[in-house]
């Protein structure tokens, strides 16, 4: 039982911003390495985000940029099987090798979230994030440090493996089939609800802004790959997706008002992601069937 399980923070919604990574290495079900460094992401830091991981820019500044780092990177990534809890983190890492002109690591991935969903049937459609899955598995860990929640991941996947006495391999094939034998199936004609075995089944999403996609297609694309499309920003929004103009205005009153509000209940302690068009395409791509 071989693999390195990675997680990553952010500075802002740009996921190329990566202020800090970790990874953890398994070997025969034993830690063999781990690591974990902060990063300067020569970018700006969003109070959002330092809220949720408290990494200022200040703690980062004599910090090592992503290409300091990156052969190390590779080096351990493409050794191993990589695991991480949603697409967020290796989506990330490959928008930070783009940013930089790099090239992509290539390596095989599992995503715990997609484990989660097919071991055990009470995460099939919700409840499936990191600490909430570690809380019915009584691991204890401090979430938002890129080290402690790769270990979180890394537990999820060998308790996984444990739960039905399988194997990473079998794991492997087993996250890109139905989530439940008898998941029912998804209609093309739906654009507004999420494809039930999508990744990203469970995430309520809203566009603002100024889009490149149409908005009609946009909302197609991401029910395709399991998120709900609604209008508006309420408690139940997961994900807000802005146009990339259109975040890049730092002037709260330049924003929208659903941009606003959604920093508005960040504020307040909703787990609400703020991702760019980009980002957003970037996601489509990574998790579409």
Wanted: proline share 2%.
């Amino acid at each position: 039982m071989n693999f390195l399980a990675i997680d990553v923070e952010t500075a802002n919604s740009d996921m190329a911003s990566i202020c800090q990574i970790g990874f953890v290495i398994y070997e025969n079900g034993q830690i063999k390495k781990e690591w974990s460094s902060l990063l300067n992401p020569e970018d700006y830091f969003d109070f959002w985000n330092e809220s949720i991981h408290n990494i200022t820019e200040e703690d980062v500044v004599d910090s090592p940029k992503f290409p300091e780092v990156y052969e190390f990177l590779k080096q351990h990534l493409e050794n191993y099987i990589c695991v991480c809890h949603t697409h967020f983190d290796r989506v990330s890492i490959n928008r930070t090798c783009e940013k930089y002109g790099l090239p992509t690591i290539q390596n095989n991935w599992i995503d715990t979230a997609k484990v989660s969903r097919r071991c055990w049937e009470e995460f099939a459609y919700k409840g499936y994030g990191l600490a909430n899955v570690c809380k019915k598995l009584n691991f204890s860990f401090n979430h938002h440090d890129a080290l402690e929640d790769a270990k979180a991941c890394a537990h999820i996947l060998i308790s996984a493996i444990k739960e039905k006495d399988n194997t990473i391999d079998d794991w492997l094939i087993r996250v890109n089939n139905p989530i439940l034998a008898n998941a029912r199936n998804y209609s093309d004609s739906v654009s507004k609800e999420g494809n039930p075995n999508g990744n990203l089944y469970g995430e309520v999403l809203v566009f603002t802004g100024s889009l490149q996609i149409p908005r009609r297609e946009a909302s197609v694309l991401a029910s395709e790959i399991g998120c709900k499309v609604v209008n508006g920003v309420t408690k139940k929004t997961t994900l807000l997706v802005v146009g990339d103009q259109d975040i890049s205005k730092l002037s709260g009153k330049e924003k929208s008002s659903k941009h606003r509000k959604a920093e508005e209940l960040k504020n307040n302690g909703q787990n609400i992601r703020i991702l760019k068009e980009s980002d957003f395409v970037a996601l489509y791509e990574s998790n579409k069937e």
